[in-house]
């Protein structure tokens, strides 16, 4: 299918079977946002996103890495080394992404103790709240 004919689709992200509604399920995974707005200020290796992202596995962190690439996010270029150097830079799609991400996050921190509050307000023990994926448990 060329360009024009993906562009005069109407998408409907409510919709499962709607590639807009996969497209969602991508960003909405934490390790995307994590990765993309770590990659904002520019382009970084593999073992600086490690450490900059913490609690990422290397698996999950290669797995995102290349579903990011496929999905025209993110560029992996290797560099004529030994060993070889790997860097990772988003794409003008992927900028333009990390932008929105990054007014989310600033948001998640901006208001930690309206959540924290409201949490226990509703009965969440404070260890819980302070305990990612902890919740509900």
């Not at 004919?5 to 399920?25: G, M, P, Q």
């Not at 998640?108 to 305990?131: F, K």
Request: charged share 25%.
């Amino acid at each position: 299918m060329d360009s024009n004919a993906l562009r005069s689709i109407s998408y409907d992200v409510f919709r499962k079977t709607c590639a807009s509604h996969t497209v969602l399920e991508m960003l909405a995974g934490k390790w995307t946002y994590l990765i993309v707005c770590a990659l904002l200020p520019g382009r970084l290796r593999n073992s600086e996103l490690a450490k900059k992202i913490e609690g990422i596995s290397p698996k999950m962190l290669s797995q995102t890495l290349r579903e990011l690439e496929r999905d025209g996010l993110l560029t992996r270029t290797v560099h004529p080394e030994v060993p070889p150097r790997v860097e990772y830079e988003l794409t003008p799609l992927g900028e333009e992404l990390g932008r929105l991400m990054r007014t989310i996050c600033s948001w998640a921190e901006a208001h930690v103790p309206d959540i924290l509050e409201a949490r226990i307000a509703n009965g969440v023990a404070v260890d819980q709240c302070l305990q990612p994926g902890r919740l509900g448990r």
